[in-house]
């Protein structure tokens, strides 16, 4: 008799929560062990897709057919068609991100991502099978208010604090996707706090705790956030912290291919950690998974907070989008770590925009 199959954290994080890979290659999505929910994206995995020898003789089609039309329709195409490679290799969506050099842009924001519907339509990937990354700034998020009420489905981006979540389902979002890690840490281990228990320890967690409960009614008070679907994490660095994603009541872990590689090697060993999160529920906001004891401290604190925070959570009644976003922009401005953060990762991907620019341009001069 056989004996039973040891499971690895992948096979036991699955189990947990959605587990979606950030990450392009069609070929390492179609060896992954396990069949993703979503592929997510952002401008530096495009770019780098779009400069993959399998990707070349497309990229010389599409700028033959649109040259007339700038590298920014180019590139749209592109992104859509590189997603369309491994529509058929995942369980749900596809994720792109309208320009992060335009996220204090409505009007910018709302043209790429109808841009972005356009080219969906015609690649015959229908709404539900895609959605959009929108940065959370007022303005970004005022196009959501608009691309929502078009059936256009969003995922708010970019997003650090318990404001700006809150503002994403003022716009009617379908998901957010809170960070973990600030962008620069991935490349500056300096700044990667690498604690053993991530779900206690890391000074992230409260903020993603509080943004998986605070808006699924865990104060007891009506969900205000009744719009949004599901929460993404992302911005693991390591294995253990992608663990840590389904005991803190994520509903979706967005996985790089490098953590995942680690994900499936590890042998799981239920004695060995700190905690388990449960398995996931038929509609993971109105059917919220209870509490664990050990997590609930992570309720009254905010290790990142302001130093003049008063210990309360942000009320769900301000209206964040009024006005072009001005509310938000004041509580972005108001906690230090979400601006700084913001500005980081909104700066991080234009450089990823920019080098795609430059690639289409240069294909244009050639072509």
Same mark, same amino acid.
């Given at each position: 008799?056989?004996?039973?199959?040891?499971?690895?954290?992948?096979?036991?994080?699955?189990?947990?929560?959605?587990?979606?890979?950030?990450?392009?290659?069609?070929?390492?999505?179609?060896?992954?062990?396990?069949?993703?929910?979503?592929?997510?994206?952002?401008?530096?995995?495009?770019?780098?897709?779009?400069?993959?020898?399998?990707?070349?003789?497309?990229?010389?089609?599409?700028?033959?057919?649109?040259?007339?039309?700038?590298?920014?329709?180019?590139?749209?195409?592109?992104?859509?068609?590189?997603?369309?490679?491994?529509?058929?290799?995942?369980?749900?969506?596809?994720?792109?991100?309208?320009?992060?050099?335009?996220?204090?842009? @409505? =009007? $910018?924001?709302? !043209?790429?991502?109808?841009?972005? /519907?356009? +080219?969906?339509?015609?690649?015959?990937?229908?709404?539900?099978?895609?959605?959009?990354?929108?940065?959370?700034?007022?303005?970004?998020?005022?196009?959501?208010?608009?691309?929502?009420?078009?059936?256009?489905?969003?995922?708010?981006?970019?997003?650090?604090?318990?404001?700006?979540?809150?503002?994403?389902?003022?716009?009617?979002?379908?998901?957010?996707?809170?960070?973990?890690?600030? @962008? =620069? $840490?991935?490349? !500056?281990?300096?700044?990667?706090? /690498?604690? +053993?228990?991530?779900?206690?320890?890391?000074?992230?967690?409260?903020?993603?705790?509080?943004?998986?409960?605070?808006?699924?009614?865990?104060?007891?008070?009506?969900?205000?956030?009744?719009?949004?679907?599901?929460?993404?994490?992302?911005?693991?660095?390591?294995?253990?912290?992608?663990?840590?994603?389904?005991?803190?009541?994520?509903?979706?872990?967005?996985?790089?291919?490098?953590?995942?590689?680690?994900?499936?090697?590890?042998?799981?060993?239920?004695?060995?950690?700190?905690?388990?999160?449960?398995?996931?529920?038929?509609?993971?906001?109105?059917?919220?998974?209870?509490?664990?004891?050990?997590?609930?401290?992570?309720?009254?604190?905010?290790?990142?907070?302001?130093?003049?925070?008063?210990?309360?959570?942000?009320?769900?009644?301000?209206?964040?989008?009024?006005?072009?976003?001005?509310?938000?922009?004041?509580?972005?401005?108001?906690?230090?770590?979400?601006?700084?953060?913001?500005?980081?990762?909104?700066?991080?991907?234009?450089?990823?925009?920019?080098?795609?620019?430059?690639?289409?341009?240069?294909?244009?001069?050639?072509?």
């Amino acid at each position: 008799m056989g004996s039973k199959k040891t499971q690895t954290w992948l096979e036991k994080l699955e189990e947990q929560l959605n587990v979606d890979v950030d990450w392009m290659d069609p070929e390492y999505i179609k060896a992954m062990p396990i069949r993703p929910h979503d592929q997510t994206s952002n401008q530096l995995w495009v770019d780098i897709q779009l400069g993959h020898p399998s990707d070349a003789d497309l990229l010389v089609r599409a700028v033959k057919e649109m040259k007339d039309k700038g590298w920014l329709a180019i590139y749209t195409r592109m992104a859509v068609l590189m997603c369309k490679k491994n529509i058929d290799l995942i369980q749900g969506r596809v994720l792109l991100q309208t320009l992060p050099s335009k996220a204090y842009d @409505t =009007r $910018a924001t709302l !043209d790429h991502a109808r841009l972005y /519907d356009e +080219e969906f339509a015609k690649a015959g990937i229908g709404r539900d099978r895609y959605c959009i990354k929108i940065p959370s700034t007022g303005p970004a998020l005022n196009a959501a208010k608009i691309l929502s009420s078009e059936g256009i489905p969003t995922l708010g981006t970019a997003l650090f604090g318990l404001p700006q979540a809150i503002a994403c389902s003022q716009a009617g979002m379908l998901y957010i996707s809170p960070y973990f890690n600030e @962008t =620069r $840490a991935h490349d !500056d281990l300096s700044l990667w706090p /690498d604690v +053993e228990d991530p779900a206690t320890q890391h000074p992230m967690s409260a903020r993603i705790f509080h943004f998986s409960k605070h808006i699924d009614g865990y104060t007891r008070k009506p969900a205000r956030i009744e719009h949004v679907d599901r929460m993404f994490s992302l911005s693991f660095i390591s294995a253990k912290e992608a663990m840590a994603a389904g005991e803190m009541g994520c509903h979706s872990a967005t996985i790089s291919h490098t953590v995942l590689d680690q994900l499936t090697k590890l042998k799981y060993d239920g004695t060995k950690q700190p905690g388990e999160g449960t398995p996931t529920t038929v509609h993971v906001y109105k059917n919220p998974a209870p509490v664990s004891e050990r997590l609930r401290s992570l309720a009254k604190v905010d290790p990142l907070a302001a130093a003049e925070w008063d210990g309360k959570l942000t009320s769900t009644d301000v209206d964040y989008l009024a006005n072009g976003g001005a509310e938000l922009t004041k509580a972005i401005e108001a906690d230090p770590i979400t601006k700084e953060r913001l500005a980081i990762a909104l700066e991080l991907f234009t450089g990823g925009e920019n080098r795609s620019k430059d690639k289409i341009d240069q294909a244009l001069r050639t072509h």
